[in-house]
């Protein structure tokens, strides 16, 4: 099982371009989140998928949006990138809504914003 | 809302000493309480849960916690550091379905 797998690894963007990260899910997980990891903070949440819809949402503006498909991997788009976008982008997964189970993470896309 | 503080950013112990990584929480009600660990280059693992079953939880590699509702505390201890336990560590809450992590502590360890 390769368990939560992101990509790309790292990623270098002009202000006010776009960027799409991707997420697959742990083997067996229906449940993504997304969270932002700014340098020297606590990971931020972002949203959740589940079942291909957004059920959460933290305090991010619209710039950052998402999708979750069929087969449950997720993608992170955020647009008119700014230089504080810059950051470790994790997701993570797990089964259902409960927090009974445990939240499978990624080792992120750092992204570089100049 | 809930809400979590770590109180140190920075821990550093001698190999074979004790850890504390010092967490309080804020909360109306109950909460659900863990430990998360981030190591370089890895992604987060999750050391150890509290959810209300016992106030004494015991995690991966040696570590537990003890949840104090008189203190709001919920501090993170080891017997003995090893090496390989340095990392960030983040005290984290969860609130409707979304985990809030603390600013985190990063535990140096010396030989």
């Known amino acids: 099982d390769a368990g939560v797998t992101q990509s790309p690894t790292h990623l270098i963007k002009t202000r006010g371009q776009q960027v799409t990260l991707r997420c697959s899910p742990k083997?067996?997980?229906?449940?993504v989140s997304w969270y932002q990891q700014a340098l020297g903070q606590g990971p931020q949440f972002i949203f959740q998928?589940?079942?291909?819809?957004?059920?959460q949402r933290g305090n991010f503006p619209d710039r950052f949006s998402g999708h979750q498909f069929p087969n449950y991997s997720s993608e992170l788009n955020v647009n008119a990138l700014l230089l504080g976008d810059s950051a470790l982008y994790l997701c993570?997964?797990?089964?259902?809504?409960?927090?009974?189970?445990?939240?499978?993470f990624g080792q992120g896309t750092r992204l570089t914003v100049v | 809302a809930q809400s979590v503080t770590q109180l140190d950013s920075h821990v550093s112990v001698s190999e074979g000493t004790p850890v504390l990584l010092r967490c309080n929480y804020s909360s109306s009600y109950s909460p659900s309480l863990f430990w998360y660990v981030q190591h370089p280059n890895k992604g987060l693992q999750l050391l150890l849960k509290y959810t209300s079953a016992a106030t004494l939880v015991k995690g991966i590699n040696g570590f537990e916690a003890e949840f104090k509702k008189s203190e709001t505390s919920f501090h993170l201890t080891k017997p003995s550091a090893h090496m390989s336990d340095a990392a960030e560590y983040f005290c984290v809450a969860y609130n409707t379905d979304k985990l809030i992590f603390g600013t985190g502590t990063r535990l140096q360890v010396f030989p």
């Open positions: 083997s067996g997980h229906d449940t």
């Open positions: 998928y589940y079942e291909e819809e957004e059920r």
């Open positions: 993570a997964s797990r089964t259902g809504w409960t927090l009974n189970t445990e939240a499978f």
